[in-house]
């Protein structure tokens, strides 16, 4: 069986919520919801939070989970596993980002198992989008691919579109990642980010601009990434029930 790792990368600084892994969701904090998600399904020994801050360290370090500070210079949170990577290698990379506090353990497992049958592949997850208020919102990452599921593009802009601007079919990104060690070592070689990448602010685009694969696979629609106020409440009604 292929070695792996399941970072949690957790950046303090957000713009839109600072402190964002700390945030409190009925009691307990963000990241630690994330972390109890990833345990459903990954042993705690190969789950790491990859953190820039001394809190989140903090916090880690009192519900004995393993973390390790990265810089806060790092470009993204990929570039944050890119630094992990260089003192622990193995094999592959799982990715949950810690702002995923609803992610599913299935889809965990999914990507972990074809993280196995295509280890020298980046892969990603998707699922279909509904509702025309998640199709219009720069929030949302939205991804074209082709056929045989590779990935063409990802935009904050609501693609693919058409002369009606109406939602006909449309996906979004699942932010749960595999990066095989090899791509991840070239990936984190740059010290800016390239031209898509920069304007859509969606990292993935550095892959395709380099020419390296990132396999798309569908996954379920039960997550949410919290990036704005909206989404904490969706998320806090949730828990609820």
């Not at 292929?2 to 919520?17: E, G, H, T, V, W």
């Not at 519900?63 to 993204?76: D, V």
């Not at 020298?120 to 025309?132: C, Y």
């Amino acid at each position: 069986m292929l070695d792996f790792l399941l970072i949690i990368p957790a950046r303090y600084n957000s713009k839109r919520l600072p402190g964002k892994p700390l945030i409190d969701l009925k009691g307990v904090p963000m990241l630690i919801r994330t972390y109890n998600q990833c345990k459903k399904v990954v042993d705690q020994s190969k789950i790491l939070v990859a953190t820039d801050h001394k809190k989140i360290f903090k916090l880690c370090k009192k519900n004995n989970i393993n973390t390790m500070m990265t810089s806060k210079k790092c470009l993204t949170g990929t570039d944050r596993i890119g630094e992990v990577a260089k003192k622990i290698k193995k094999s592959f990379y799982i990715n949950v980002q810690g702002d995923e506090p609803m992610c599913n353990p299935s889809d965990i497992k999914k990507i972990i198992s074809y993280a196995r049958k295509y280890p020298n592949n980046v892969i990603n997850g998707f699922t279909e989008i509904k509702d025309l208020n998640t199709f219009n919102s720069p929030h949302i990452p939205k991804v074209i691919f082709r056929n045989d599921g590779d990935l063409i593009y990802m935009s904050r802009a609501p693609v693919p579109s058409n002369k009606k601007r109406l939602l006909i079919k449309a996906w979004r990104q699942v932010c749960i990642y595999s990066f095989p060690y090899k791509s991840l070592k070239v990936f984190s070689n740059f010290k800016k980010k390239t031209t898509l990448e920069e304007i859509e602010d969606l990292e993935l685009n550095r892959f395709i601009e380099i020419g390296h694969k990132v396999k798309m696979i569908k996954l379920s629609n039960k997550s949410i990434s919290v990036d704005t106020k909206d989404d904490l409440k969706k998320v806090r009604k949730l828990i609820k029930r």
